[in-house]
Structures are given as C-alpha cells and as structure tokens.
C-alpha cells in the first residue's frame, strides 16, 4: 500500500484510520487547551538594522502538550483551521500577547493571523474589543497575514483590513516570495510592512539569485513606501548584506529565539544602557 499521498484508497487502510482517530484526539486535546487557557505565546524580537536595536517582537504561539511534549505550530495551526478552532485562538494569542507587552512600549507586537480569520465578520471588532480590554495601543500592533488571506474574497478581506488600519493597526505582509501573484497585491492591499520569507536570506550567502531577488524586493518595496523585514537571519554575512541592500529591520536566530514574556522582558531591560 501507498504510504502517503493522494491516493483515495488508502483513506480506508487501518493505518490511516490511525491517523484519523490520533487526529480526532489531538483536536480534543486542543480544544480542552484552549479552553483552559493551555496555550503559551512567546516572543521573537525584531531589530532595526540601523543600530541593531529591538523595535519588536512577534508573537508565536506555544502549546505544550501534558503527554505529547511541546507541538509545533505547524502541526496544530492547520487543526485548528479544519476544525473551527482558529477564531478563539486567534483572539487568545491576541490577548495574551497584548496582556504581556502591553508595558512594553512604545515596542510592536506582531500577531498572525490566519486566512480563515477573515471569513470573520466583525474580525476588526472583535480586535478592538479586545485592544480596550487590555489597554493596548493600537498603534502598536502588527497583523501579519499570508497570500491566502488575499486569495479568497478579496473584497470583504480588503474591507477588513481597511477597518483595522482606521484603528491604527499596520498590515504586513507575511512569506513574502513563497506564493504566486505576489506583486500585484502590493499595489492592491494596504501594506504597511513585507517580510520577505527566510528561504530567500537563507539562500543569500550561497546564491546570486535569491541575492538579486531580494534587492529587487527591497526597491520594490521602498518605491510603494512599504517596509522590508527580512525573516530568518542567522549569519552576520546575512545581516551585513542585508544592511547593504538597505534592508530596514530583521528577525532571527542571530538576535533570538522565540522566548517566553519574562526572558523576553529581561532581554529588553539588558538593551536599556543609558
Ligand atoms: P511564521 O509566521 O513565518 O513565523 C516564523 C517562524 O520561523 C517561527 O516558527 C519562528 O520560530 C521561526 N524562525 C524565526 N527565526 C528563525 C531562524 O533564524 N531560523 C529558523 N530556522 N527559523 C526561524 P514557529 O514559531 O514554529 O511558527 C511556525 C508558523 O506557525 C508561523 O510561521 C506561522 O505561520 C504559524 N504560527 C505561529 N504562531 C501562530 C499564531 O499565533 N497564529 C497563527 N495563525 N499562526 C501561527
Ligand atoms: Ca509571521
Ligand atoms: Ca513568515
Ligand atoms: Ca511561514
């Protein structure tokens, strides 16, 4: 029998009906975590590239299963969005990130948020709600979203997008690169920000393709007055080539790891010399 893959039969071979019932129990697992506030969010930090100082941080989320150990967003965020799961999620990782940096000013926090998020009608309400319930500025939160958010019902997720942006929330762009007709939502959609995907600055040192790929995504950008983070930085060659091209802030092994609120809290006092 096929192992993997697109073969129908195999939907009814024992094997895959172990997939389906250990499919079915981590979705109650996530379910009950959800529920009882179970999941984590940590924080990455974002730097300028100017003074390698720390202007941000993203917020990723972290479920640290009682039996199963830590899962991957990988793993779980595609559950979550067969399964209805993702909107409570998502407000979750909102409100957990705004409760822990909320005294982190004048610092960005930066959300993702999935494509199913938009099928949301009152998502930009739902987002101010919970921004007044924590007291965050709305200034100060990024939403990050992917080709897919764009892909699907371009009008409502456009309208939606337009109500956050009247809070003051920025719009970024997510993996720039890794979709397909990315160059004609730029001039669509109100970006504020693009964050070109970690597979083109991984390629930069090896390859004079991604190099050139990124200097054009960076004048690219920089003509539509859209910022530019580059994801995944881990070598300082990455980084110095990177300051070259004009790149104005980056986020990746090199400065940090993902880390817990009171790591990340303790980072940013160490940045605070007079
Ligand atoms: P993403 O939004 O592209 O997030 C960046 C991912 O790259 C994170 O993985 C981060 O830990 C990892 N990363 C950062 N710097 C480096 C680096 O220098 N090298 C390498 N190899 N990796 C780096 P993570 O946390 O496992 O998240 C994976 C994906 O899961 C995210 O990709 C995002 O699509 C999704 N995700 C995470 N948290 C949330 C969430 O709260 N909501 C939603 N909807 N999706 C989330
Ligand atoms: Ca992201
Ligand atoms: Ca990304
Ligand atoms: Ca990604």
Known sequence: AKAEGGN???FFEPAMDDKLRARRSLEGDLRQALAAGELAVHFQPQVELGNTRIIGAEALVRWHHPERGAVPPTDFIPLAEDTGLIGTLGEHVLRQACLEAVGWAPLRIAVNVSPLQFRQRDLAETFARILAE???????LEVEITEGALLQDSEQTLEKLRRLKALGVRIVLDDFGTGY?????LRQFPFDKLK???G???GMDRSAESAAIIRAVIGLSHSLGIRVNAEGVETSGQLQALR???CEEAQGYLFGRPMPPREFAALLRDQAVP
Do not use: K
Not at 134 to 140: K, Q
């Open 8 to 10: 129908r039969a195999c």
């Open 134 to 140: 924590t007291g965050f500025d709305p200034r100060r």
């Open 181 to 185: 007709s990315s160059l004609s939502y």
């Open 196 to 198: 070109i995907d970690s």
């Open 200 to 202: 083109f600055v991984r």
């Open 244 to 246: 070259r091209e004009g």
